[in-house]
């Protein structure tokens, strides 16, 4: 399986910004898919997910109402729409995805990884 992620950049406080991931691989229909956060020196943060077949999305408590996680299964890529962002936001976000039953938000149960984009929000 691969996971690749873009679409970080730089925005002020406020903005929205859209992140991607492209996956390949493995098939996808018994997966929750999802997107972390991590902060130099911090445990990667679950930011929300998704299960792959069904849609159903669940999000962390921080961004929960101003980001939207949702999927296009014919491109196999699955989207963070990142709205009203704050300077706190600046981090590096990862995608992941989890062959699992039953979602967990700890970042050591999720079998796959992207390779990290950078958002950075300015105030």
């Known amino acids: 399986v691969q996971l690749q992620a873009y679409g970080g950049g730089l925005v002020q406080a406020g903005g929205s910004l859209r992140l991607s991931c492209v996956a390949s691989g493995r098939s996808f229909s018994n997966t929750y898919m999802g997107w972390f956060r991590q902060s130099p020196g911090e445990e990667r943060e679950f930011v929300a997910a998704i299960r792959w077949s069904g849609g159903n999305t669940y999000y962390g408590g921080s961004v929960k109402g101003r980001f939207t996680i949702s999927r296009d299964n014919a491109k196999n890529t699955v989207y963070l729409q990142m709205t009203n962002l704050a300077p706190e936001d600046t981090v590096v976000y990862y995608c992941?995805?989890?062959?699992?039953?039953?979602?967990?938000?700890?970042?050591?149960?999720?079998?796959?990884w992207g390779q990290g984009t950078q958002v950075t929000v300015s105030s």
């Open positions: 992941a995805a989890d062959y699992a039953f039953r979602l967990t938000m700890s970042p050591k149960a999720w079998n796959y």
